[in-house]
């Protein structure tokens, strides 16, 4: 479909889940980045972007605290990205995950 209409753009967002399934989040978040520059409200490409950046989040506070379990703070930002995860729309977990990334001066993420 990209060949015929390279600004179509359900095939740049399903192009998208098809990588981040695959593991290629780099990939990923190209297509759902494409797809939300042809179409800035297209809901579908902003989610899925969204939810790529929280499952990254939440593999880099594994890693994290594999390397330091003894770390309250990050065990507790492990606990916040998770339960963002689990319940997106959970206002709580998402305040107390900000506040978490600003007191360890990750302002960034």
């Known amino acids: 479909m990209l060949e015929l209409d390279p600004d179509h753009v359900q095939s740049h ?24 520059k042809i179409d800035p409200t297209y ?9 790529l950046y929280l499952d990254l989040a939440a593999r880099q506070y594994e890693d994290l605290v594999k390397l330091k379990p003894d770390d309250p703070e990050l065990a507790r930002a492990y606990r916040q990205v998770l339960a963002l995860k689990l319940r997106p729309n959970y206002p709580e977990a998402g305040y107390r995950f900000g506040m978490t990334q600003y007191f360890l001066e990750r302002y960034a993420e």
Do not use: C, S
């Open 13 to 36: 967002n399903n192009l998208g889940v098809i990588y981040q399934a695959t593991g290629l989040f780099d990939l990923a978040q190209e297509e759902f980045r494409k797809a939300i």
């Open 43 to 51: 809901e579908p490409a902003l989610i899925n972007l969204a939810r």
